[in-house]
């Protein structure tokens, strides 16, 4: 019960105010529930903890994927014009289908392509998402469904709604109706057992003014239509159905259908089969059917369908249904508490329309997004497809199956001569620059896109493919191929007795898999490092370069003979498969996340899997007092503004005290304003030159920004770079030879320079071919990681029957062979 300024009144007075159009205070979407009386607010009871989506979601301040672009209802008049022009610019930039073009390629599918094409929806949503477990109604789920279908509608689809629930509101209002209306001795022995046809009869005015409010709100209009199965058995019903539904759809309302219970002669579902319809299940597969739609996604209280109970942690979802390979694997369990088909019903319903040419995704009703990503050509939801069955079924390889391809590929490419799989890395150098120009499309599209997103320039810039730089991949690669051979190598040979000889070899790391963000030709050399170094592959790119990365891979997976395997080579193209392979760690050997703080540091969190990397690059340049200043200038300048985004570029300016406000670091500050650096202050440099004060000396700003201290001498910076350093890449600039040497073998980081720019340090420029990555750890590798850190060793001893027997009668000669 809730309190309101006549007293006490109830959910159903308020749902029954809501129809009747009787409250005229309503502002919310709920009725006079969330509507201002004269000398207050009415509140309604809590929501179940199955309505995920608050009361504001509604007025503007939910999550932005489902915020409203404006309030009318509450907005000024300056607010609703630029509303207007906001949408004016949304519809411009997106077009429409826009929600289907703006297809996220990190999570997209490829079986789910053919949503950018899509325009008239039908959406289905069952009994179980309309009501809560408490048999009343769930508004949160009914807000956020709403709010879903107000996004598409503003994006130029055509939605069609199909929703059940009026019974279990007809019941509610019916059972409140009964008892406030029974004597005390009705109330002993309740009984509150209804009709079904007349829960249908009184519910449906109050679940459309439900509906209507909420839309109401959203800006929308909708209709509704009640249909029965004999209606369809009328030949001339069908040709009236669509003249009434496009009519609608023409003026951007929004058709609400439902079964009109309350005079159906049917008793048992699905008994009779020359039935029409025999649920809002099948209503809504006949109406995609009948009204041309382009997808029918039907929402349930489970994410899709599941080759075992969705409650055992052991069942995956199926997310492509083909009735060849699943039909006779699935059994169905007991359906839902509210409803009358279960998932059974919403099965042959999917079929049905799948077998008619509407594509089907049966996906949660209870997440507040799940129209939106289905339409974004994610991975949600059990897809139906007339299609399926042709479809390549290695697109559904596990995450585990990927990984045990690699290893077993792997394998074979060990097999191989040095000379073979030098020939495999020089075919691959000719491949690209035969697709040249190909590859530069395909980067072009992923620039331009990223460009429109409004991603960061520094972003861009890592992402683009410039002139030439396909000729240096290709000669990178020919470097790595006139590499010696790194693996089948022999590091130490020694007699352990007579006729026993141990011997170390080198040999590959097995399965690699590397993260990456923005840089497609990051896979380039990342490949041509695990085929000379004979490891198996798993590479995830960021979404921004997709087509790049696609392209990349099919080139150079292409020239990989099949006595090696294409499978190689693994693409991983959705985020939702990195969570499963980072627990494979019986199979997968090590994991190089290459890009930002956070990325590199939720990987090291998330697995068992050895990490090669590093988290932070926050280098450091030492101006000491005897240093040349112009040497200092040229070298700082070049550490900053070369490559701000990479991770070896300065962050950190140390300056011994006594060049204070001397001449030539006059002329290093004045530079550097030039380029538009930043600089933000120590405690010491900001009493001395009043600069902005640095928040911490290990927080990163832009990559345009750097950060000054002032420091005592060698000794001082040294300290400094240790405490607050991330042991990445760290100079010191000097005529100094003793505190060069000083600096040098004190600084504990990965590479540790004297008088040469940070931006040297890099795999490349230092004659490994290519890199991995940098990393800062101190175990297996360290600083740019090129074939030699994806190589380890193995022990081989060459006997002749000897046995240890308590070491009796073995002697130990221990003597040095030399290698062969």
């Given at each position: 019960?809730?309190?309101?300024?006549?007293?006490?009144?109830?959910?159903?007075?308020?749902?029954?105010?809501?129809?009747?159009?009787?409250?005229?205070?309503?502002?919310?979407p709920w009725?006079?529930a969330e509507?201002a009386?004269?000398?207050?607010?009415i509140?309604?009871?809590p929501?179940?903890?199955?309505f995920?989506?608050?009361?504001a979601?509604l007025?503007?301040?939910?999550?932005?994927h489902?915020r409203?672009?404006r309030?009318?209802?509450?907005?000024?008049?300056?607010?609703?014009?630029?509303?207007?022009?906001?949408?004016?610019?949304?519809?411009?930039?997106?077009?429409?289908?826009g929600?289907?073009?703006a297809?996220?390629?990190?999570?997209a599918?490829s079986?789910r392509?053919?949503?950018?094409d899509?325009k008239?929806i039908?959406?289905k949503v069952?009994?179980a998402?309309?009501?809560?477990?408490?048999?009343?109604?769930?508004?949160?789920r009914?807000?956020s469904?709403?709010?879903?279908i107000?996004?598409?509608?503003?994006?130029g689809?055509e939605?069609?709604?199909?929703?059940?629930?009026a019974?279990?509101v007809?019941?509610?209002r019916?059972?409140?109706?009964?008892?406030?209306?029974?004597?005390?001795a009705?109330?002993?022995?309740?009984?509150?057992?209804?009709?079904?046809?007349a829960?249908?009869a009184?519910?449906?005015?109050?679940?459309?003014?439900?509906?209507d409010?909420?839309?109401?709100?959203l800006?929308?209009t909708?209709?509704q239509?009640l249909?029965?199965d004999?209606?369809?058995?009328?030949p001339?019903?069908?040709?009236?159905?669509?003249?009434?539904v496009?009519?609608l759809?023409?003026?951007k309302?929004?058709?609400?259908f439902?079964?009109?219970?309350a005079?159906?002669?049917?008793r048992?579902?699905?008994?009779?089969?020359s039935?029409?319809?025999?649920?809002?299940?099948?209503?809504?597969?006949?109406?995609a059917a009948?009204l041309?739609?382009?997808?029918?996604i039907?929402?349930?209280?489970v994410e899709?369908?599941?080759?075992?109970?969705p409650?055992?942690?052991?069942?995956?979802?199926?997310?492509t249904?083909i009735?060849e390979k699943?039909?006779?694997?699935?059994?169905?369990?007991?359906?839902?508490?509210v409803?009358?088909?279960?998932?059974?019903?919403?099965?042959?319903?999917a079929a049905?329309?799948?077998?008619k040419?509407v594509?089907v995704?049966?996906?949660?009703g209870?997440?507040?997004?799940?129209?939106?990503?289905?339409?974004?050509g994610?991975k949600v939801?059990?897809?139906?497809?007339?299609?399926?069955n042709m479809?390549d079924?290695?697109k559904?390889?596990?995450?585990?199956?990927?990984?045990?391809a690699?290893?077993?590929c792997s394998?074979?490419?060990?097999?191989l001569s040095?000379?073979?799989?030098?020939?495999?890395l020089?075919?691959?150098?000719d491949?690209?620059?035969?697709n040249?120009d190909?590859?530069?499309?395909e980067?072009?599209?992923?620039?331009?896109?990223?460009?429109?997103a409004?991603?960061e320039k520094?972003?861009?810039?890592r992402?683009?493919l410039?002139?030439?730089?396909?000729t240096n991949?290709a000669?990178?690669?020919?470097?790595?191929?006139d590499m010696?051979?790194p693996?089948a190598?022999?590091?130490?040979r020694?007699?352990?007795?007579?006729?026993?000889?141990f011997?170390?070899?080198?040999?590959?790391l097995?399965?690699l898999?590397?993260?990456?963000e923005?840089?497609?030709d990051?896979?380039?050399q990342?490949?041509?490092l695990?085929?000379?170094?004979?490891?198996?592959?798993?590479?995830?790119g960021?979404k921004?370069?997709?087509r790049s990365?696609?392209?990349?891979?099919?080139?150079?997976?292409?020239?990989i003979?099949?006595v090696v395997g294409?499978k190689l080579?693994?693409?991983v193209t959705?985020?939702?498969?990195i969570?499963d392979?980072?627990?494979?760690?019986d199979?997968?050997d090590?994991?190089i996340?290459?890009?930002?703080?956070?990325?590199v540091?939720?990987i090291?969190?998330a697995?068992?899997i050895p990490?090669?990397?590093?988290a932070?690059?926050?280098?450091h340049?030492y101006i000491?007092?005897s240093?040349d200043?112009?040497?200092a200038k040229?070298?700082?300048?070049d550490?900053?503004?070369?490559?701000p985004?990479?991770?070896?570029?300065?962050?950190?300016?140390?300056?011994?005290?006594?060049l204070?406000?001397?001449?030539g670091?006059?002329d290093l500050?004045?530079?550097?304003?030039?380029e538009?650096?930043?600089?933000y202050?120590?405690?010491?440099?900001h009493?001395?030159?009043?600069?902005?004060k640095?928040?911490?000396f290990?927080?990163?700003?832009s990559?345009m920004?750097?950060?000054?201290e002032?420091?005592d001498?060698?000794?001082s910076a040294i300290?400094?770079?240790?405490?607050?350093?991330?042991?990445h890449?760290d100079?010191?600039?000097?005529?100094?030879?003793?505190?060069?040497e000083?600096?040098?073998?004190?600084v504990?980081s990965?590479?540790?320079?004297?008088n040469?720019s940070?931006?040297?340090?890099?795999?490349?420029?230092?004659?490994?071919?290519?890199?991995?990555?940098i990393?800062?750890?101190r175990?297996?590798?360290?600083?740019?990681v090129g074939?030699?850190?994806?190589?380890?060793?193995?022990?081989i001893?060459?006997g002749?029957g000897?046995?240890v027997n308590g070491?009796?009668?073995v002697?130990?000669t221990h003597?040095?062979?030399p290698l062969q």
């Amino acid at each position: 019960m809730v309190t309101g300024r006549r007293g006490l009144c109830s959910p159903q007075t308020i749902q029954e105010q809501a129809a009747r159009g009787r409250s005229r205070h309503m502002r919310g979407p709920w009725g006079a529930a969330e509507g201002a009386t004269r000398r207050g607010f009415i509140k309604p009871n809590p929501p179940t903890p199955y309505f995920p989506v608050p009361v504001a979601l509604l007025f503007g301040v939910g999550p932005p994927h489902l915020r409203s672009h404006r309030t009318p209802h509450r907005a000024t008049r300056k607010e609703s014009r630029r509303g207007e022009e906001e949408e004016k610019r949304e519809r411009e930039r997106m077009g429409r289908g826009g929600i289907g073009r703006a297809v996220d390629m990190e999570t997209a599918d490829s079986t789910r392509g053919f949503v950018k094409d899509v325009k008239r929806i039908v959406i289905k949503v069952g009994t179980a998402v309309v009501t809560g477990q408490n048999g009343r109604l769930a508004m949160g789920r009914l807000g956020s469904l709403c709010e879903q279908i107000k996004q598409l509608n503003f994006q130029g689809y055509e939605v069609i709604l199909v929703t059940s629930g009026a019974v279990g509101v007809g019941r509610q209002r019916l059972q409140y109706r009964k008892l406030i209306h029974s004597s005390f001795a009705d109330l002993q022995n309740p009984q509150m057992d209804f009709d079904g046809k007349a829960c249908a009869a009184v519910g449906q005015s109050g679940l459309m003014a439900i509906y209507d409010t909420l839309f109401s709100q959203l800006d929308v209009t909708s209709s509704q239509l009640l249909v029965t199965d004999r209606d369809f058995k009328d030949p001339s019903f069908g040709d009236q159905l669509r003249e009434t539904v496009f009519s609608l759809l023409d003026l951007k309302v929004v058709p609400l259908f439902n079964e009109n219970d309350a005079i159906s002669t049917r008793r048992q579902p699905c008994e009779d089969p020359s039935d029409t319809f025999w649920d809002n299940d099948s209503l809504a597969a006949l109406l995609a059917a009948e009204l041309n739609a382009d997808i029918l996604i039907i929402l349930s209280d489970v994410e899709g369908l599941y080759n075992g109970p969705p409650s055992d942690p052991q069942s995956k979802i199926i997310h492509t249904y083909i009735n060849e390979k699943h039909g006779k694997l699935i059994s169905f369990g007991e359906k839902s508490r509210v409803g009358r088909g279960g998932m059974q019903a919403k099965v042959a319903a999917a079929a049905n329309a799948a077998s008619k040419g509407v594509p089907v995704v049966i996906a949660s009703g209870f997440a507040t997004d799940s129209i939106i990503k289905v339409l974004r050509g994610e991975k949600v939801g059990t897809l139906f497809h007339n299609a399926a069955n042709m479809w390549d079924c290695s697109k559904e390889a596990t995450a585990r199956e990927m990984a045990v391809a690699a290893r077993d590929c792997s394998r074979c490419l060990q097999k191989l001569s040095s000379e073979d799989r030098k020939k495999i890395l020089l075919d691959i150098a000719d491949a690209l620059e035969a697709n040249e120009d190909l590859i530069r499309s395909e980067n072009e599209a992923d620039v331009k896109a990223a460009q429109d997103a409004g991603y960061e320039k520094s972003l861009v810039a890592r992402m683009t493919l410039k002139a030439g730089k396909i000729t240096n991949l290709a000669r990178s690669i020919r470097a790595i191929a006139d590499m010696d051979d790194p693996i089948a190598h022999t590091l130490k040979r020694t007699e352990v007795a007579k006729d026993l000889v141990f011997e170390k070899t080198c040999c590959p790391l097995g399965v690699l898999l590397i993260i990456f963000e923005s840089r497609p030709d990051a896979l380039v050399q990342i490949a041509s490092l695990a085929i000379r170094s004979g490891n198996g592959l798993l590479l995830k790119g960021g979404k921004e370069a997709m087509r790049s990365n696609t392209i990349l891979h099919k080139i150079i997976t292409g020239v990989i003979p099949d006595v090696v395997g294409k499978k190689l080579i693994g693409l991983v193209t959705s985020k939702d498969e990195i969570a499963d392979l980072l627990t494979l760690d019986d199979v997968i050997d090590l994991v190089i996340p290459r890009g930002s703080k956070n990325l590199v540091s939720q990987i090291k969190a998330a697995t068992k899997i050895p990490v090669l990397g590093h988290a932070d690059g926050i280098c450091h340049v030492y101006i000491d007092k005897s240093a040349d200043m112009d040497m200092a200038k040229r070298i700082v300048l070049d550490a900053k503004v070369d490559y701000p985004a990479a991770c070896n570029a300065m962050e950190t300016l140390l300056v011994h005290k006594d060049l204070n406000k001397s001449e030539g670091l006059d002329d290093l500050f004045v530079e550097l304003e030039k380029e538009g650096v930043v600089i933000y202050g120590g405690p010491v440099a900001h009493d001395k030159l009043k600069v902005p004060k640095v928040e911490s000396f290990r927080h990163e700003y832009s990559s345009m920004a750097c950060t000054l201290e002032f420091v005592d001498d060698v000794q001082s910076a040294i300290d400094h770079i240790n405490r607050y350093g991330s042991a990445h890449t760290d100079c010191i600039i000097t005529t100094d030879e003793k505190a060069a040497e000083t600096f040098l073998q004190q600084v504990d980081s990965a590479a540790v320079f004297h008088n040469a720019s940070t931006r040297f340090c890099d795999g490349t420029r230092f004659g490994l071919g290519a890199e991995v990555g940098i990393s800062t750890g101190r175990i297996h590798a360290r600083g740019p990681v090129g074939v030699d850190g994806l190589i380890t060793t193995r022990c081989i001893l060459r006997g002749s029957g000897q046995v240890v027997n308590g070491d009796k009668g073995v002697v130990y000669t221990h003597k040095e062979l030399p290698l062969q």
